[in-house]
């Protein structure tokens, strides 16, 4: 900032100025985009250049953007113009900012929400941390686990939004039965001593996180469970599930790494 910066206030130049306004525009193409008819853009910068802020409303305005107004108390020292508010330090209790409100035209079709429902099931219960209180929610053949003292919370959310992922993922349905979710490996919640495991070398976490599914021999038997928990120097790292004389990787494909 240039009141707290003197490097911030050398380095500005006309070129600066041009960089910037191109990265915003790039910013606000991409948010346009995304945003669907009906919606809401809120853009605020921490300059006062007009390429970076009115100049940029001003553009989306010509694509059929519509200004909204702020109704700013008079007493915050806020100033209005054509394209949107600008906040000075010596007018504001602040540091200095733009912003501007718009929104797209039209009007977004509503969309069915979801359902989630509520899942007590003992078995990936057992799962998760034993010392912890956890709600179980189903969405989508995923089970997810919300900390119980968040559930009137989380329930309220449902009731409003449509909400991506209640929780942490724990078990996915697969087949006809519950089985451990890739992200439980990998948090906290992970209930260890509820899995058998399987110690992996570097080479051989390395093939698994590749998502190869070459292991030791012999390590897949009647005997043995079919989920085992694979770890590398006492740290989980996925899953690998039986499927006859051999394992299928749990690690997700887009999660693999191509080094080798």
């Given at each position: 900032?240039?009141?707290?910066?003197p490097?911030?206030?050398?380095?500005?130049?006309?070129?600066?100025v041009?960089?910037?306004?191109?990265?915003?525009?790039?910013?606000?193409?991409?948010?346009?985009?995304?945003?669907?008819?009906?919606?809401?853009?809120?853009?605020?910068t921490?300059?006062?250049?007009?390429?970076?802020?009115?100049?940029?409303?001003?553009?989306?305005?010509?694509?059929?953007?519509?200004?909204?107004?702020?109704?700013?108390?008079?007493?915050?020292?806020?100033?209005?113009?054509?394209?949107?508010?600008?906040?000075?330090?010596?007018?504001?209790?602040?540091?200095?900012?733009?912003i501007?409100?718009?929104?797209?035209?039209?009007?977004?079709?509503?969309?069915?929400?979801?359902?989630?429902?509520?899942?007590?099931?003992?078995?990936?219960?057992?799962?998760?941390?034993?010392?912890?209180?956890?709600?179980?929610?189903?969405?989508?053949?995923?089970?997810?686990?919300?900390?119980?003292?968040?559930?009137?919370?989380?329930?309220?959310m449902?009731?409003?939004?449509?909400?991506?992922?209640?929780?942490?993922?724990?078990?996915?349905?697969?087949?006809?039965?519950?089985?451990?979710?890739?992200a439980?490996?990998?948090?906290?919640?992970?209930?260890?001593?509820?899995?058998?495991?399987?110690?992996?070398?570097?080479?051989?976490?390395?093939?698994?996180?590749?998502?190869?599914?070459?292991?030791?021999?012999?390590?897949?038997?009647?005997?043995?469970?079919?989920?085992?928990?694979?770890?590398?120097?006492?740290?989980?790292?996925?899953?690998?599930?039986?499927?006859?004389?051999r394992?299928?990787?749990?690690?997700?494909?887009?999660?693999?790494i191509?080094?080798?």
């Amino acid at each position: 900032m240039f009141r707290k910066d003197p490097f911030a206030r050398q380095q500005w130049n006309e070129r600066l100025v041009s960089s910037c306004t191109r990265t915003q525009t790039d910013i606000l193409e991409h948010a346009w985009s995304a945003l669907r008819p009906g919606g809401w853009l809120i853009y605020s910068t921490c300059t006062w250049e007009q390429a970076e802020n009115e100049e940029q409303i001003e553009r989306l305005i010509e694509k059929g953007a519509e200004f909204v107004p702020l109704n700013c108390d008079e007493a915050w020292g806020v100033l209005e113009n054509a394209h949107g508010h600008r906040c000075y330090q010596h007018r504001v209790k602040g540091e200095g900012l733009f912003i501007a409100l718009i929104r797209k035209p039209g009007m977004a079709k509503d969309r069915d929400p979801v359902p989630v429902q509520p899942n007590s099931n003992d078995e990936v219960s057992g799962w998760l941390d034993p010392t912890g209180r956890f709600t179980l929610l189903e969405k989508e053949s995923e089970l997810f686990a919300s900390p119980g003292s968040w559930e009137h919370v989380v329930s309220r959310m449902h009731e409003v939004l449509n909400v991506t992922a209640p929780g942490v993922p724990i078990a996915e349905f697969k087949g006809a039965n519950w089985r451990p979710h890739p992200a439980l490996a990998l948090n906290e919640l992970l209930n260890k001593d509820a899995f058998a495991t399987m110690e992996l070398d570097r080479e051989q976490a390395l093939r698994f996180l590749r998502g190869e599914t070459s292991f030791p021999e012999g390590s897949n038997r009647s005997h043995t469970p079919r989920v085992q928990l694979v770890r590398y120097e006492g740290h989980a790292l996925g899953w690998l599930f039986a499927a006859g004389e051999r394992w299928n990787n749990g690690w997700p494909k887009e999660w693999r790494i191509r080094m080798r």
